[in-house]
């Protein structure tokens, strides 16, 4: 493993795509997995899994990185090298409101690690995030937390520096619809997202990354070297 590697860990990825009705679209537990396994479509529920020409593993760590279940590590060897990454593309439930929960975990802060919701052929395909595909796209670059508004990256919570080797719980509540929602603990306006990061309120109805788009799968993929692991997914 190259020493420059990141590191991030789901301790819960929870992806609903309705907050009014609940339910459960997606689910993985990383838990039947043997340390150095690797992982594929065929032993997970992912359908998307990714090793760039840049090199690296996608492999389970047993114990892993929270509590005493395995992670899953995404590693990569080349900074110059494509994608690497994990997903489900294009066979969830379309929806313009989804609920995204993730506790990760960066092992250092080099290069980018992407998360995103949405539809259309970087779902499927090996390309790096597309705007126009995403209900949302948040980002870590260089530590630097942002989200993708429809023309750039914005600062999360007007600045939020992700540190190495550190716990976060993020959650995500989008509402791309044209009408404002109610979920537990709050509302969230048409065509906006609440962003939490370790229950805090980051930011508060600010603007998805495309409003109205039917969102049927996600991503989380790493560039520019790096590493990381996630213990449990699971969507609703």
């Given at each position: 493993m190259n020493s420059l590697t990141r590191f991030l860990a789901f301790a819960v990825f929870a992806l609903g795509y309705s907050t009014i009705h609940g339910a459960l679209v997606f689910t993985e537990d990383f838990s039947g997995l043997t340390n150095g396994e690797a992982i594929s479509t065929t032993n997970t529920s992912?359908?998307?899994?990714?090793?760039?020409?840049?090199?690296?593993?996608?492999?389970?760590?047993?114990?892993?990185?929270?509590?005493?279940?395995?992670?899953?590590?995404v590693t990569q060897s080349s900074s110059s090298g494509s994608l690497n990454g994990i997903g489900v593309g294009d066979t969830l439930p379309a929806s313009d409101v989804y609920d995204l929960s993730l506790d990760f975990r960066l092992t250092n802060l080099a290069g980018d690690v992407v998360i995103g919701v949405g539809s259309g052929s970087v779902f499927t395909g090996n390309s790096t995030f597309s705007t126009a595909?995403?209900?949302?796209w948040l980002q870590s670059d260089a530590g630097n937390f942002e989200r993708r508004t429809s023309s750039g990256w914005s600062n999360i919570g007007g600045g939020t520096t992700l540190l190495?080797?550190?716990?976060?719980?993020?959650?995500?509540?989008?509402?791309?619809?044209?009408?404002?929602?109610?979920?537990?603990?709050?509302?969230?306006?048409?065509?906006?997202?609440?962003?939490f990061l370790n229950g805090a309120l980051l930011d508060d109805d600010v603007a998805v990354t495309t409003p109205g788009l039917q969102a049927d799968g996600f991503r989380i993929y790493q560039v520019n070297e790096g590493e990381f692991r996630g213990g449990y997914d699971r969507a609703r």
């Open positions: 992912l359908t998307y899994i990714r090793i760039g020409n840049g090199g690296g593993v996608i492999n389970a760590l047993a114990p892993g990185s929270f509590g005493t279940g395995p992670s899953a590590t595909q995403g209900l949302f190495a080797d550190t716990n976060y719980t993020l959650r995500v509540i989008a509402n791309g619809s044209g009408s404002p929602l109610s979920y537990s603990g709050g509302t969230v306006a048409a065509n906006t997202m609440d962003v």
